[in-house]
């Protein structure tokens, strides 16, 4: 099994997924800014994952995820640049919440490519498949590993095959299934479900996800 490299795996939602995935059986490699703080996540979520320097976790495994606050993600895909590499599917989880800002995390803020995930595409070298999924996922729900999932993981990217690769990541956690949205301009929808999913949890103190009904067998 090739490895899962998670950039900002140090970050709720990078940790969450970096617990299931580990669990389950699948390597996971952490990356973060901070050596020390990359191999304290790993320590923590134990079943052998493993912590390095963005850069280095990057080449680790054919398909990346990319779990930073969106404020991170530009730096971030710059210092990547040199070393993502063609054939790589780079999962884009960013959600470019107000919050980013000094704002509310119940609003979105506007990006000029129309989403955080086609800004990822924008900057990432050429070859590099970008698909945007996990935006629906409670980071807080995926790190308590007693806590039992079934929700759908809404997904979005232009190349058919590369979110194929990224279903197969999400299939491997138990209560998750993988649901092909489209190409990815529909991330710009997906990631506006993320400050609406923030504002309904915090009125009703919840951590409810999306379940889409009447869809028996999602096609592939």
Known sequence: MDPVPIIGGTGALG??????????????VIGSRDAGRAATAAGRVGNGAEGYLN??????????LLCVPFRSQSETLTNLKNVLRPGQVL????????AAVSGRATRLLGVPQGSAAEQAREM??????????????????LADLEHGLDEDVLIAGDSREAKRRVAEIVRWIPG??????????????????TPLL???????????????????????
């Open 55 to 64: 850069a280095e976790a990057a080449v680790s495994g054919p398909v990346v």
């Open 124 to 141: 990432a070298p050429e070859g590099v498949d970008v698909v945007s999924a996990f935006h629906t996922v409670s980071a807080p729900v």
């Open 91 to 98: 999962v884009d989880a960013t959600v470019p919440l107000a």
């Open 176 to 193: 998750l299934r993988p649901v092909d949205c489209g190409r990815l301009e529909v991330a710009r929808h997906i990631e506006a479900i």
């Open 198 to 220: 923030i504002s309904i949890n915090a009125r009703n103190k919840a951590h409810a996800g999306i379940r889409l009904t009447g869809l028996e067998e999602p096609r592939w």
């Open 15 to 28: 940790f969450g997924l970096a617990r299931r995935l580990a669990r389950e059986g699948l390597p996971v």
